[in-house]
């Protein structure tokens, strides 16, 4: 059973999904699954290729953004508020836990919406986001 956490009407976190979870995906109305988890933490049977093959089959949009532990680092960030501008939503991000998947959405709302209703959209999809305020800060300050 899929454990999906919604933090938007439009953007949705989950923990490891499998190919047999697409068909479920669609139904429920998504249009695009973004796959944060790198193909070494995960065996074959779910990883980017056969998550991308599921995906297509659906119809749906597909973007593969791996996300080492520790290693959000600037292109990263630049790369999933890019994939954000050019996918259709409702959206699917995913990792091992989700957390991930929510770090990357809280930096691409930051200088968006209030730090405080980034960490209460996290924090009500089972997220504590509070210590990611200073990257937040810092993330929001830096844009044009």
């Given at each position: 059973?899929?454990?999906?956490?919604?933090?938007?009407?439009?953007?949705?976190?989950?923990?490891?999904?499998?190919?047999?979870?697409?068909?479920?995906?669609?139904?429920?109305?998504?249009?695009?699954?973004?796959?944060?988890?790198?193909?070494?933490?995960?065996?074959?049977?779910?990883?980017?290729?056969?998550?991308?093959?599921?995906?297509?089959?659906?119809?749906?949009?597909?973007?593969?953004?791996?996300?080492?532990?520790?290693?959000?680092?600037p292109e990263l960030v630049a790369?999933?508020?890019?994939?954000?501008?050019?996918?259709?939503?409702?959206?699917?991000?995913?990792?091992?836990?989700?957390t991930r998947s929510s770090h990357?959405?809280?930096?691409?709302?930051?200088?968006?919406?209030?730090l405080e209703g980034i960490v209460?959209?996290?924090?009500?999809?089972?997220?504590?986001?509070?210590?990611?305020?200073?990257?937040?800060?810092?993330?929001?300050?830096?844009?044009?």
């Amino acid at each position: 059973m899929m454990d999906l956490r919604q933090i938007t009407p439009d953007f949705a976190v989950a923990p490891q999904i499998t190919p047999d979870d697409v068909p479920a995906l669609v139904e429920l109305g998504f249009k695009t699954i973004l796959n944060n988890r790198p193909d070494e933490e995960i065996d074959d049977s779910a990883d980017n290729a056969a998550m991308r093959a599921a995906v297509s089959r659906a119809g749906l949009s597909y973007r593969h953004l791996p996300y080492y532990p520790g290693r959000m680092t600037p292109e990263l960030v630049a790369e999933f508020e890019s994939a954000m501008a050019e996918m259709p939503g409702p959206v699917l991000a995913y990792c091992r836990s989700g957390t991930r998947s929510s770090h990357l959405w809280a930096m691409w709302q930051a200088g968006r919406m209030p730090l405080e209703g980034i960490v209460a959209a996290a924090a009500s999809a089972g997220y504590d986001h509070r210590s990611l305020v200073p990257l937040l800060e810092a993330h929001a300050a830096s844009r044009p």
